[in-house]
């Protein structure tokens, strides 16, 4: 990761986060992306994808992304067969986010790998990984904050806040989320 020392970069003090290089290529990706990829019909997947697999993505060529999502790093993206990435997706992966097979982040939705110490004198970011287990649902708005692992078939209900890892088939809902009932054995992908 190419975090600097708050101490050092005082961020709070209008100081970078990140290192130059790492702002660069982050310029190079968004020109790029707005260019190629976020006006393109929804149909163009595997353009999209071939434009994040170009940056460094790992993702399967199964796998939907539509323009309007939002890849911070794309070198932190990995998504499995039929993984899908809905539209108007902020995936802020300052640190590594994984979608399992058959993940889905529906519309709107926000995966926020990144927030600060607000303890340290000087707001030192952190980052932390996002994981979405096999055939999770996060719903759309829902947030899923750094840290977190969605359990295998677990659903994050619309407008959800999920700073926790959740069960696997669970059902959450709410700010916080909150375990509501167990999904039924016959909703598993085989």
Not at 136 to 160: E, N, Q, Y
Request: charged share 15%; hydrophobic share 45%; net charge positive.
């Amino acid at each position: 990761m190419e975090l600097l020392d708050s101490e050092i970069a005082r961020p709070t003090q209008g100081g970078a986060s990140f290192s130059l290089k790492n702002r660069g290529m982050r310029l190079v990706w968004m020109i790029c992306w707005k260019l190629l990829a976020s006006w393109t019909p929804a149909p163009l997947h595997r353009w999209r994808i071939a434009l994040l697999k170009l940056f460094g993505a790992k993702v399967d060529w199964s796998a939907h992304i539509y323009g309007s999502t939002q890849v911070w790093i794309p070198k932190n993206l990995t998504m499995g067969k039929h993984a899908c990435l809905g539209p108007n997706v902020n995936c802020y992966s300052m640190a590594m986010i994984s979608l399992e097979e058959y993940a889905i982040v529906s519309q709107g939705a926000h995966l926020c790998a990144g927030t600060h110490d607000v303890d340290e004198k000087y707001f030192q970011l952190i980052a932390k990984p996002i994981r979405i287990q096999t055939a999770a649902w996060v719903a759309a708005d829902a947030f899923v904050g750094p840290g977190v692992t969605l359990g295998a078939h677990c659903v994050v209900g619309a407008r959800c806040v999920v700073f926790k890892n959740t069960e696997a088939n669970g059902i959450y809902v709410g700010n916080p989320a909150k375990l509501v009932r167990q999904r039924g054995a016959d909703c598993q992908i085989q």
